[in-house]
Structures are given as C-alpha cells and as structure tokens.
C-alpha cells in the first residue's frame, strides 16, 4: 500500500511537471505563428511599395524608356541591313553609319511629303469650306434635336416655368500660357527625337560589346542561361517585327488597290501609311482614316466615303482579330487576354506609344518569366 501511493505521488508529480510544458509548447506554437504571419505581412508590404516604386519610375521615366525602346526596335529593324553590308567586308561602323543616314533620309522624305501634301490641302480647303460647313450644320441641328427631345422626355417643363439655363464661367488661360505649355512640349519631344540616331548607330556599332558586357553582370554559373534568355529576347523582338511587317504588307496592299479604283490622289503612298498605321491597336484606325478621307476631299461621293471607311475599318478588325493572333501571337506565344491587358496598361502608362511597345515588352517579360523558377507559373500565364 506505502508502495502504491509513493507511485502515484510520483505519476501526479510528472504530470504537474508536464503541464507547464505542453502550455509553453503551445504558446511557443503560437508565437511562431503570428510571428510567421507578421513577416509575410511585411513581405507582401514591401512586394507593394516596390511595385507601386517601380510603376512611378516608369511614368516619371515615361520619355527616357520611349526613346531607349524605339531606338532598340529600329536598330533590330536595321540591323540585317548593318549584316548584309558586313558580309561585303564593309565594317560594322561603316554599315551602321550608313543605315542610320539611310533611316533619316527617309524620315526628312516622308516629312518633306507629308508637309507638301499639307500645303497643297491647306490651298484647296477654301474650295471645300461650303460643304464642310453644310455638313456640320446639319450634324449640328440633329444633334441640337435630339438634346431638347431627350430633355423634354425626361424632365417635361411646367406652363409658365421658365428655362434656366447654366452658365460656366472659365478663365482664360491666356496666349503666353498656351505657348509656353506648347513650346516645353514641343522643345522635349525634339530634344528626345534627336538622341534616336546617336542611340541606333551606337547600339548597331556595339552590339557584341553590350552583349557580353551584359552577360558579364551575372554570375558564371548563370551566364548561360542569361545568353539563352537574351537571344531568345531577340527572337521575340524579330518575330514582333516580322510579323507586323507581313500584316501590314497585306493591309498596304488590299488599301492601295481600294484607294486607286476610288480615284484618290497619291493612292500609291496614302495606302502605304494607311495600311501600316492601321496596324496601331484600336487608336491605329482613326490614324489610317485621316489620309484617305483629306485626301479624297473633292473627288469621293458618299459612296466613295462610305467604300473608305468600311475598308479600313474592316482591315484593321481583321489584322487585329484574326491575322494579329495568328501571325504575331502565334509567333510570340502569347495568349489574346495577356496581348489586350498589356495594351491597356501600357496605353494607360505611356498613351500611344504604350500601343505600339506593349507587345514587345509583354513577349520579354515572358521570356525573362520562362526561366525564372520562382516566375514560371507568371510565364504560363502569360503564354498560350
């Protein structure tokens, strides 16, 4: 009996001296947890503020990354030029020297047209005024009535009550402001514009050089891998630009042979930049439509009109629709949601020259996602 209740002393004892640890193990537990949970929250913190950073960046940014980008897609664009002259044991600066002059002769060409083109419509709108203005005044009064329809409908005047009408009193901003917010405006896309052919000719002249000086920024046992995703970067850029080009060889050629039968002045050029202009998403058919329609001023009926615009309507839905996708997404690998939501972010960041770099950037960033462990799942995503 002595010996049993001596055990059970000792079994209560351990028990008594369990007890407390169970409870600090738990709280323990616990503490590890919430401390767990505080470090994700803070992780997720950060993640935000440099996600919010970097899109700043980007905006404030906005005209730098433009000019760095567009000069990039024009060297990819010159560069088979820049080979083709190498291969006839021209050096690679020579070469460069010589297709950047090439891309600026064409550039003053296409300025020097289009200004006379300007002039020559300027001179002959006087001719055009009278219809011009018939036809808005007509626009005018239908639109006049159905503001008073709608608004009678919607709130019916009582007999007697008298109309109030609002009045917005705004203040003028005044000539100086206007010029001087005109001319900052124009004074930096000139300032950014000229940096383009010193950027092209430098990055055509020293692509090796920049490449490897790239690959040496990483570490040896990653430099391969940075080599596959760099030419793979370059692959997609080719295939962006090669893709836009036979879309927009169709679109010249269907709108060429369109504006030629209508009998529009200077069909052979207007098709040109109607048919790649067109290839802009969603703001490129407004661009493709001005040409035709001042150019065909005078000469075009409404039939005329009506044949423009269901032209260029159509071919920019169907080059969007169904020759884009196939052709410049199939080639890129990346899905239609992916394509259109790039579109309106980088449309909402940089305006219209966002349209025109969204697809290029969301097809590297793919690349960049591909081999990347911890981005893989953003890269599936993203892809087909």
Not at 265 to 285: D, E, T, W
Not at 290 to 297: D, F, I, Q, T, V
Not at 299 to 322: D, E, P, Q, Y
């Given at each position: 009996m002595?010996?049993?209740a ?7 004892s351990?028990r ?24 994700r ?8 503020v440099?996600?919010v ?5 980007i ?6 990354l ?8 024009l060297?990819?664009?010159?560069e ?5 002259l190498?291969r006839?044991?021209?050096p690679?600066?020579a070469g ?15 300025s ?5 083109r ?7 709108l006087?001719?055009y ?10 626009i005018r ?6 503001e008073?329809?709608?608004?009678s409908?919607?709130?019916?005047q009582?007999?007697g009550?008298?109309k ?7 203040q ?8 001087t917010?005109a001319?900052?405006t124009?004074?930096?896309v ?6 383009v ?5 430098f ?14 920024l ?6 391969v891998?940075a ?14 630009i ?5 879309i927009?060889?169709?679109n010249?050629a269907v709108?060429t ?15 040109v ?6 290839l ?7 661009g493709?439509l ?7 001023m005078g000469?075009?009926n409404?039939?005329g009109?009506l044949t ?11 080059s969007?629709?169904?020759?884009y996708?196939?052709v410049?997404g ?5 899905n239609?949601?992916a394509v259109?939501?790039a579109?309106?972010?980088?449309a909402?960041?940089w ?6 770099l969204a697809?290029?950037?969301v097809?590297?960033t793919?690349?960049i996602c591909?081999h ?6 953003l ?6």
């Amino acid at each position: 009996m002595g010996s049993s209740a001596r055990e059970n002393d000792v079994s209560s004892s351990d028990r008594v001296r369990q007890m407390p640890q169970a409870v600090v193990a738990a709280a323990s537990a616990e503490e590890e947890e919430v401390l767990h949970a505080s470090i994700r929250a803070g992780s997720v913190a950060q993640i935000v503020v440099a996600v919010v950073a970097v899109l700043g960046l980007i905006y404030l940014l906005k005209l730098v990354l433009i000019t760095i980008l567009t000069s990039l897609l024009l060297a990819f664009i010159l560069e088979p030029l820049v080979v083709g002259l190498h291969r006839l044991h021209l050096p690679r600066p020579a070469g460069s020297f010589i297709a950047v002059v090439l891309l600026l002769g064409l550039s003053l060409a296409l300025s020097y047209f289009f200004y006379n083109r300007a002039v020559d419509f300027a001179t002959e709108l006087p001719k055009y005024s009278g219809k011009i203005r018939d036809t808005v005044g007509k626009i005018r009064s239908q639109t006049s009535k159905i503001e008073e329809n709608t608004r009678s409908a919607v709130a019916p005047q009582e007999k007697g009550s008298t109309k109030v009408v609002p009045v917005k009193v705004q203040q003028s901003t005044g000539i100086t402001g206007l010029v001087t917010q005109a001319g900052g405006t124009v004074l930096e896309v000139v300032l950014t514009v000229s940096f383009v052919p010193f950027l092209v000719y430098f990055m055509l002249t020293w692509k090796e050089h920049a490449r490897a000086a790239s690959l040496r920024l990483f570490a040896k046992e990653h430099r391969v891998l940075a080599h596959r995703t760099l030419g793979r970067i370059s692959n997609v850029i080719r295939s962006f630009i090669v893709g836009n080009l036979i879309i927009g060889i169709i679109n010249m050629a269907v709108s060429t042979v369109v504006f030629w039968l209508l009998g529009i002045k200077y069909f052979y050029f207007i098709g040109v930049i109607s048919g790649f202009v067109s290839l802009i998403p969603y703001l490129g058919v407004f661009g493709a439509l001005l040409p035709p329609l001042a150019a065909g001023m005078g000469t075009l009926n409404k039939a005329g009109f009506l044949t423009v615009v269901v032209t260029v309507v159509g071919l920019h839905i169907v080059s969007m629709n169904v020759f884009y996708p196939k052709v410049v997404g199939k080639r890129l690998q990346l899905n239609p949601l992916a394509v259109t939501l790039a579109l309106l972010f980088w449309a909402w960041i940089w305006g219209a020259m966002g349209l025109i770099l969204a697809i290029p950037i969301v097809g590297a960033t793919k690349v960049i996602c591909d081999h990347i462990d911890s981005l893989r799942g953003l890269g599936e995503w993203l892809g087909e």
